[in-house]
């Protein structure tokens, strides 16, 4: 049975939500739908920001002190907006959408101690949108001993067959946090993260133009990486994991530039990331033929450059040259998630979470 999902995504990137509609039955892709977007206020980034800090001290996941509370009311007065605008745009009524995918905002994520907190009050977004909202995707599988991400390689792997192109094929999603999903067959599915995304990189544009990110790459095209400071960083314990493995956001922020021109700094931290794309291939069991780019980072026309040298003589392409939308591919994968779940469907295995066995998740709030 084919069902109308709405999924809504909020990355690391604290950028906005993402919001798409798709037709499917959770095994495959009928159709798509429209997109939306609906970007924070500086206001709701900065709090976002300061949540961000808190939350590193919260006691359990279910916890919300001081300005985690306030921070989990915007994300989630964010999403009944961003709802309610795509739904008007769209000429779409509450009864013609049978679940809404409702990841919320990540502040914390710790699989090691079994902690991994999205804020977004499920129940509340529910009553204010009067459609099944599924929420708390991650938890089970963080329970049960797994990493807890990457989540959406059941969507790319979806995604890929409908291409019927020779694999191994690799999606890689370049968002807050870099992670892949290697596709080789109906029946290998491989997941990682692969190291910083643009958090690093935006970060770092942020402190020194005050612009919340690096449009189409043009700083870094400006400037000369230091491959020096890139080896020095690829050395870091976790690029040498084989996967499944995951990522915080802020595993990396440690990582501090020397005080360098900001077009340095943003050809390093590009080149970073794509350094630590490329890094993942000798832990993969065969060289990817071709890899797609989706996410923020596929907007980034110097971080498509840099891959596709490191990545050479496979074929490096963006996810919307297929056809697909780099922007709402996480927000659809959520629908899809949610209509998996609604049927009890694997979201997550373990040779993409490292769970011990295929595990369905999620929680339904009911209007």
């Not at 099944?132 to 959406?152: K, L, S």
Request: glycine share 10%; charged share 20%; aromatic share 6%.
């Amino acid at each position: 049975m084919m069902m109308t999902a709405i999924g809504l995504m909020s990355g690391t990137s604290l950028d906005g939500v993402d919001v798409a509609l798709i037709e499917t039955d959770g095994k495959r892709v009928q159709a798509f739908g429209p997109s939306g977007y609906r970007p924070y206020t500086e206001t709701e980034r900065s709090l976002l920001r300061q949540a961000l800090t808190e939350a590193i001290h919260l006691p359990q996941r279910d916890a919300r002190p001081g300005i985690l509370r306030e921070a989990e009311r915007a994300v989630t007065i964010a999403h009944a907006e961003a709802v309610a605008a795509f739904t008007a745009q769209n000429h779409i009524t509450c009864e013609d959408v049978d679940i809404v995918g409702f990841h919320g905002q990540t502040v914390l994520h710790r699989p090691a101690q079994k902690m991994t907190v999205q804020i977004g009050d499920a129940a509340a977004l529910a009553k204010a949108i009067h459609i099944p909202v599924m929420h708390d995707f991650r938890a089970a599988d963080v329970a049960a001993g797994g990493q807890g991400a990457p989540f959406v390689p059941v969507y790319h792997r979806a995604l890929a067959q409908s291409l019927e192109r020779e694999g191994p094929v690799v999606v890689v999603n370049i968002g807050g946090v870099s992670n892949i999903t290697y596709i080789d067959g109906a029946d290998t599915l491989i997941a990682c993260d692969t190291g910083p995304g643009n958090a690093l990189l935006d970060d770092f544009i942020f402190r020194k133009t005050g612009q919340p990110f690096d449009c189409e790459g043009r700083m870094a095209a400006q400037g000369a990486a230091d491959e020096a400071w890139v080896a020095r960083g690829l050395q870091h314990p976790f690029f040498a994991l084989p996967p499944p493995k995951s990522l915080d956001r802020n595993d990396f922020a440690s990582l501090a530039l020397p005080d360098v021109p900001p077009a340095d700094g943003a050809a390093t931290l590009t080149a970073f990331t794509a350094a630590a794309i490329a890094r993942i291939v000798p832990l993969l069991p065969k060289a990817p033929r071709s890899w797609i780019v989706a996410g923020g980072g596929a907007r980034n026309l110097t971080m498509i450059r840099m891959l596709r040298e490191r990545l050479q003589p496979a074929t490096v392409e963006s996810a919307d040259s297929l056809g697909w939308s780099a922007d709402s591919i996480e927000a659809q994968a959520f629908g899809f998630l949610a209509a998996r779940g609604l049927k009890g469907l694997p979201l997550s295995y373990p040779a993409t979470t490292g769970v011990p066995i295929p595990m369905t998740g999620g929680v339904i709030a009911r209007p």
